[in-house]
């Protein structure tokens, strides 16, 4: 009985110190941005600018916590239309002040082409921030399979 008792007592000092140590090498919750690894995340947007409007937001919060994160943003049916030059949100402010300091972040924004195609829609349309893929979902799934990134649906 007393064997046992000394060994969960010794099994709870080495957890214990084992967790201490990985505060100590973390700085205890202090700011640890700079041992973040980079994500890799894929945002699939597909539906109302309302849909875009939370996504910007949650990129915004994603770089925030991992400023390293490379993140990709795949658009296609309605989802685009954020993307179009002079597209505003339901306050009437323009998507692309806020594109563009993304952009200017690292993050990448894809339109697919068969939307274009199927909506009649010219690239010449798009502000100068977003790029053309021949699918936006065969591009998502190459982002996930082949590149190992995660899929976020705001």
Request: charged fraction near 25%; glycine fraction near 10%.
């Amino acid at each position: 009985m007393m064997a046992s008792l000394r060994k969960g007592l010794l099994g709870l000092v080495v957890a214990g110190a084992v967790g201490f140590s990985g505060c100590a090498a973390t700085g205890g919750g202090a700011d640890v941005k700079a041992n973040v690894a980079p994500d890799k995340v894929v945002y699939h947007i597909n539906d109302t600018e309302e849909q875009a409007a939370n996504a910007l937001r949650n990129i915004s919060n994603h770089l925030e916590v991992n400023p390293k994160a490379r993140i990709v943003v795949v658009t296609h049916a309605r989802g685009v239309d954020f993307l179009f030059d002079g597209a505003k949100d339901k306050n009437g402010n323009p998507y692309n002040v806020q594109v563009e300091e993304l952009k200017a972040q690292g993050v990448q924004f894809d339109v697919c082409q068969i939307t274009l195609r199927n909506r009649k829609i010219d690239k010449s349309k798009f502000i100068p921030e977003a790029t053309f893929v021949p699918s936006g979902v065969a591009e998502i799934t190459r982002l996930q399979q082949r590149e190992g990134y995660a899929y976020l649906r705001p």
